[in-house]
């Protein structure tokens, strides 16, 4: 196996061993789980970095939304947060802009190079 393809299958055996670990333990707060995919996918890509390879856009904007909503998630108790954050929802909304944004600004800069 090229180091490549180590690479690759890194984030989704990291992903699998954090989702067993998470349904053995299930009375965590709320947040945990996002916040662990989220510096899974940030820490993947460092390795990619430091190894000398591309980062990778998407999951670099996924890690850090669910970075950042798994610790909205699990403050919320303690600072009595002004709002009720819906971490699942606002990460598939994240995740679909993200998508889209990533297949369509390619695209327009494309067409911005040809004019």
């Known amino acids: ?13 990291l992903l699998l061993i954090w989702w067993g670990v998470l349904e053995i333990f299930p009375g965590r707060p709320a947040g945990v789980g996002v916040l662990g995919v ?3 996918l940030l820490g993947v890509n460092a390795v990619r970095v430091l ?26 108790p303690i600072l009595d947060l ?11 909304i994240a ?6 944004a990533l297949e369509v600004l390619p695209l327009s800069r494309l067409h911005a190079k040809t004019r």
Not at 51 to 75: D, E, H, Q, T, Y
Not at 82 to 92: D, E, G, I, R, V
Not at 95 to 100: I, Q
């Open 82 to 92: 002004p709002f009720n954050l819906q971490t699942f929802p606002a990460l598939l």
């Open 38 to 40: 989220g510096l899974i």
């Open 51 to 76: 190894r000398g390879g591309a980062l990778c856009r998407f999951s670099v904007v996924i890690g850090a939304v669910m970075l950042v909503l798994g610790a909205l998630s699990l403050v919320q």
């Open 1 to 13: 196996m090229r180091n490549g393809e180590r690479l690759a299958s890194l984030p989704w055996a």
């Open 95 to 100: 995740c679909g802009v993200t998508m889209l």
